[in-house]
T-cell receptor, first 113, second 113 residues
Framework: DAGVIQSPRHEVTEMGQEVTLRCKPI?????LFWYRQTMMRGLELLIY????????DSGMPEDRFSAKMPNASFSTLKIQPSEPRDSAVYFC???????????FGSGTRLTVV | AQSVSQHNHHVILSEAASLELGCNYS??????LFWYVQYPGQHLQLLLK??????LVKGIKGFEAEFIKSKFSFNLRKPSVQWSDTAEYFC???????????FGTGTRLQVFP
């Protein structure tokens, strides 16, 4: 298995532009999580899905952020419009059940200038 | 609300020194506990996990952790660290009927030869 696959690895964009981050979870994993990591705040859970349904989006910072999971093998996190304070590393993770822990992707380093 | 505290923010050791990183959580019910490691520039990887049974859990690379229920703690230990253990270490807890993992703020470990 190739693990959790995220794209792109790096993204540099100008303030105001739309940014879309992509994630392919491990096949057979029914939960998917989006985290944001910054020096100031550490790892923050943004949203998670179970069986493609959003379960908890309380961590999504504001309406500029949205996430979708149209099927079991694909999820997107969109920021529109992007702002410099959105600069962070965004990790996607998937799990079969939480008991087994998560498998993390390699992350997307987003820089908004 | 559930929370995880890692009191050591930055630990500096020489090779062969012993390591203990503290982790405390707040939740009164049954918990699953995890330690993750993040090497520089990489994603989080699972070191070890505790679900039930023997409170002393052994993980990869010589790490172990002890669950002490009365102290709400799950400290990570290694008898002799190596330079290659330089990384950030995250404690995480999964509690209740949820798939969410709540992460601590992390401990940065630097090991000097």
């Amino acid at each position: 298995d190739a693990g959790v696959i995220q794209s792109p690895r790096h993204e540099v964009t100008e303030m105001g532009q739309e940014v879309t981050l992509r994630c392919k979870p491990i096949s057979g994993h029914n939960s998917l999580f989006w985290y944001r990591q910054t020096m100031m705040r550490g790892l923050e859970l943004l949203i998670y899905f179970n069986n493609n349904v959003p379960i908890d989006d309380s961590g999504m910072p504001e309406d500029r952020f949205s996430a979708k999971m149209p099927n079991a093998s694909f999820s997107t996190l969109k920021i529109q419009p992007s702002e410099p304070r959105d600069s962070a590393v965004y990790f996607c993770a998937s799990s079969q059940t939480a008991n087994y822990g998560y498998t993390f992707g390699s992350g997307t380093r987003l820089t908004v200038v | 609300a559930q929370s995880v505290s890692q009191h050591n923010h930055h630990v500096i050791l020489s090779e062969a020194a012993s390591l203990e990183l503290g982790c405390n959580y707040s939740y009164g019910g049954t918990v699953n506990l995890f330690w993750y490691v993040q090497y520089p520039g990489q994603h989080l990887q699972l070191l070890l996990k505790y679900f039930s049974g023997d409170p002393l859990v052994k993980g990869i690379k010589g790490f172990e952790a002890e669950f002490i229920k009365s102290k709400f703690s799950f400290n990570l230990r290694k008898p002799s660290v190596q330079w290659s253990d330089t990384a950030e270490y995250f404690c995480a807890v999964n509690a209740g009927n949820t798939d969410k993992l709540i992460f601590g703020t992390g401990t940065r470990l630097q090991v000097f030869p």
